[in-house]
């Protein structure tokens, strides 16, 4: 089931002024394969994907989720690859290597229990260690950039 979080104070009309994207599972996925997909066609080059490819995947974002497609723009498309997954692969090493935390090495995934998680976000204080509970993000589909 998709889920798109977007919050304006008149709902049968559309939003104006600055609106926040939500990030769901299914949105992150498709954007990591789209990407995937660039590299391994070769069109990433080592200085980084070229403008053209944060632009079609903007346009393929908004067919794919349009309820979404007012939020959907290159710029968000481009700083979510820059930032945002640089900051959820930090995190993904953070409970990687913190005590609790199982890793498995054939799936490239961490999972903990419901307790060890508790712990580690009452420990870490990091936003971003949400992401992680009970849904698994590899590895190497953050380390693309």
């Known amino acids: 089931m998709r889920q798109v979080f977007l919050t304006w104070t008149n709902p049968t009309s559309p939003p104006s002024g600055p609106q926040t994207l939500t990030w769901t599972g299914p949105m992150v996925y498709s954007m990591l394969g789209f990407y995937i997909c660039e590299v391994v066609m070769g069109k990433k080059p080592k200085s980084g994907f070229p403008d053209s ?3 079609e995947l903007a346009e393929e974002l908004r067919k794919e989720f349009p309820e979404a ?3 959907i723009d290159f710029n968000i498309v481009k700083s979510k690859l820059t930032y945002s997954f640089k900051e959820d692969y930090d995190t993904f ?3 990687k290597q913190a005590p609790g935390f199982q890793y498995d090495p054939s799936k490239d995934e961490v999972s903990a229990s419901d307790e060890v998680w508790a712990k580690h976000v009452e420990v870490t204080l990091i936003p ?3 992401l992680f509970i ?3 993000i590899p590895c190497h ?4 950039q």
């Open 53 to 55: 490819t944060h632009q």
């Open 69 to 71: 497609r007012h939020l």
């Open 93 to 95: 090493i953070a409970c």
């Open 128 to 130: 971003t260690v949400f």
């Open 134 to 136: 009970h849904s698994s």
């Open 141 to 144: 589909s953050l380390s693309i």
